[in-house]
């Protein structure tokens, strides 16, 4: 095997990865990403392209474990813990019940917010340094109810909902009209602002391919692997100064390589795509909130996701769930027909819902960057610029102490 020598090597060619190799490149070091994928199957390429600035408030929460009875698949809704799977999300609900008091709920909100406020931002300005500015659209998105009922407390359940520098009014009549030509059965919508999409996740791919190779980022398609050396952490076949690991859910196995026990799960999602018919190009993300999906417009596609599966990132995908989506397409009547495009993929999250972001306490020459649960794309660029400065030795924008590992 040839070695390849840099200054820095980031694991994981996620959003994430991407985000922090592009933003240390910009610092002057010798970057390269090591990451053997090359079919974009991460959950960084099938996402609902949603820029959630709204999502302050972590899942770990009590009101979120109050509703777990009425979200599990089995009652129709969106939750599914499989049995099956219990050896891996026993121990992880265990922690979510500990990281679940009011308490920790609100410094959670706090850590988040903090992250959040930034997010926008910085990816204004990871747009323009990839030379996509379009790909960041700021146009919102809506949350819609089949009932007035339903509407109004949904409503009031948004409005004492902490959503940072995103803010939220009932749709008007032209939204209206525009999201009953998709879906006629909406009975009420509001629209937030503040928050966004990303226009086409394939083109993202190849900007920050093609901001990449500019940056003269190499990419290394090999799995990595992380040993000891004299106190330090290297990897087999690599000559890298110093390492980030940014690698999605498979950051759980390297980390337990430098010595971290990171009780990491995959939180599986599910999506259908289908041709863009009659779905208007410009409308934003339109979320039905009593379905748990979410329905964005891509370049050429209309995708519907939703779904979150705790459990082993490597078991087969479940099909009831595609087929759970297709018929939420038929019952809202919208105009999406088959054959429809299939995927899976694994958020990687962590029991509080904090990301995980820093450097290790076991080996210095070892930083981090995964566990962004929901919110991996939308916090990708901050997260990126925050790497950078924490290894460049300046201070980062944001307190990441609340993200540090030794957290768990
Ligand atoms: C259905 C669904 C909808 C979502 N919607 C949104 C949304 O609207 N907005 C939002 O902000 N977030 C959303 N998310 C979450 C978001 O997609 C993730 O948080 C984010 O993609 C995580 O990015 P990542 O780069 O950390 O990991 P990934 O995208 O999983 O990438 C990890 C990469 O690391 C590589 N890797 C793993 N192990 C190794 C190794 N040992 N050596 C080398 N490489 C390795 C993998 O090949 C992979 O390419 C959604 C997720 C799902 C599943």
Redesign the pocket.
Known sequence: MTIVRTQIAV?????????VALALARTGAGVVL????AD?????????????TE?LEPLASPASLRSVPRRLFVFGGALDLPIGQAAAWLPFAARLLRASTPARHAAGTAALGGLLAEAMPAWRRLASAIDAPDLLREAGHFVTWPTAAAAEKGLAAWQATDTGTASVAAAGAADLATLRSVAPGIAAAIRFAGTG??ADLARLGDASDAALAAAGVAVVA????LVRESGRMAIPGIAADRIVV??????R??MAQAGHRVPLIA?????IRAAAGGWPADLP?VVFEDRSI?V?RYADCVQV???VELGRADSAPDPRKWARLERHVGELGLPLTGPFQR???????LPDYLPAIGRSTRADNLFY????????????PVTGELVAALMAGATPAVDLSPFAIDRF
């Open positions: 694991i994981g060619g996620g959003i994430v990865g991407r985000s090591v990451d053997p994928a974009l199957a991460a959950a960084s390429w099938g996402n609902a392209g949603h820029i959630a999502q999409q990303i090999r799995q990595a692997t940014a690698a999605g859910i498979g950051s196995p390297l939180e599986r999602g599910y999506h993300p979410i964005t996701a939703g779904f995927w899976m993929g694994a958020r990687p999250t960057a995964f566990g962004h649960q929901h919110l991996g794309l939308t916090l990708a």
